[in-house]
């Protein structure tokens, strides 16, 4: 038999070394592995080129198939000829085996329970009421259908730009905009075709939906964005971050703007810091300007920045540090004070930060949870509130219950500071993803669940109910004197009028508290509040017996 004359070609050790240094630079190009030995992809890397490396010295050794099926490899055994890659490889899985291994939480359980660092907090004192525009009353799916209608909407008046581009379902990352919760997704291409036709001047813009107001709106740039996560080549974002930071190895690649509009990619940088692979972890982020290109790595980002951690990884730190709490025999035996957290988790804003929430529960309870948490995933600052409650997917059940007949899904809870009970507020949306409904279930007590068809009115409902079980309503009325006037300061939960003699009159009740009455023609902007708003009323007191007031104006 003759050696196989095309074998010839990847016979010399300089001509298969070549091969496998074209190789590798490919699967670099397109796996986009990070050159640091704590990268797992660096590791696979390494063994492909190993393993391509034997698969061309195989070809070298000659190979013929016979009509049988069998194959002769001619010439030296194939271990003769691969003997140093294939010491190599085994040594490499050997070595990342062990590492994987030694860099578990059974080697290193402290160190993975203090990977997130959690304080205990005071819901009451630091979780503030929140004003009814700073509520986000959409959850992502609602912000999706609404962000499609939006640009849907223009195919009358620009049916190139509906026709080459569509938007983003994945990203629509939640962030706080000008001190307003929004969620932000760009414009993507089409298809091949429609980048090949477009690539020159980039995406148009982004759409941004308010998900306080329910509106959305298509933001077109003077400039396009030329680089975006599906770009090609060398304007994909995640090829700009390996060919520029080779090293680094990446977490999350989020879509924001900042607060003049200009859209960014904000990309985690994720380090390992137990071990070999253990303790993931984020070192701050390299920020690309999604118009330029350019970029920038900050170990701590701008304070714009609102998303740095993700949210998957927050919540696998805090299980580290809930279920490790003493030592990983226990996590797995005795399980005494391990708690995990619930299933699913939504975000909220307060103090223009955006921060995560997600339930607590102990091991092997899902009926009820035991606290909660807030982390904000700009600065990793984790609170941890002991508050034993219904779970979410329960909380969601209730109101849910109480609209069958129209329906209504209820959306991943928040949870809201609401007359000082932590209150989970929910939306209810039809079946086009459209919010139709809202809704509050007290977290301590379940049967406490209100609804109403916009905010103000649920919120009143809930207060009543409050009242109604005993539940003290912490938004009393404020009394200050003042020269000849005395001045109170509550939440209007109810909203009375009454003509006389032409004139209307309204009756405010503030909390639980008495009516107080002010004429229209008196005072105007009587007519403008709504049940739910927190008034300021400065009266003379008349009729003081009945707890009916007149003489008001309102502040």
Known sequence: MKQNKKAAVFSGLPARLILTVIFGGAYFYVMLPAMNPKAP??????????????FVTLLASGVRMFAGGNVIFMGRTVFARCKVPLIMLGVLFLAAVVGAVYSSEIFHA???????DVQTGDFTEEVAEISYDKIPMLDKDSSVQLGSRALGSLSSTDSNLVSQF??????????????????????????????????SEGLPGYIIVNMVTQEADLVKLDEGMKYSTGEHFGRNVYRLLRFRYPTMMFGDVNFEIDEDGTPWWVCSRTVHTIGLFGGTDTKGAVLVNAITGESTYYEEVPTWVDRVYSADQLVAQYNYHGTLVNGWVNSWLGQKGVTTTSDGYNYIAMNDDVYLYTGVTSAGNDESNVGFILANPRTTAARDYSIS???????????????????YDATFPLLLNISDEPTYFMSLKDSAQLVKMYAMVNVKDYQI???????????????TL??????KVTDPIEETDITGTDTVTGRITEIRTVVVDGNTIFYFKLGTDAYYAVSAADDQDAVIFDVGDRVTITYYVEEEETGIYTGIKVE
Not at 110 to 116: F, G, S, V
Not at 389 to 407: F, I, K, N, R
Not at 449 to 463: D, H, K
């Open 41 to 54: 992809d660096f590791w696979a890397f390494l063994f492909m080129l190993l393993l391509f490396y034997i």
């Open 110 to 116: 402290e160190a993975y329970y203090n990977l997130l």
């Open 389 to 407: 409650g219904a779970t979410e997917d329960s909380a969601m059940s209730y109101p849910e219950g109480a609209v069958q007949h129209l329906g």
């Open 166 to 199: 569509e938007v983003s379902d994945y990203e629509y990352s939640q962030i706080n905009y000008q001190n307003n919760p929004v969620r932000v997704a760009p414009l993507l291409y089409g298809n091949l075709i429609k980048w090949f036709n477009n690539r």
């Open 466 to 471: 409050l009242v109604e079980n005993g539940v």
């Open 449 to 463: 669940t209100a609804t109403g068809s916009s905010v103000a009115e649920c919120q009143a409902n809930y207060e």
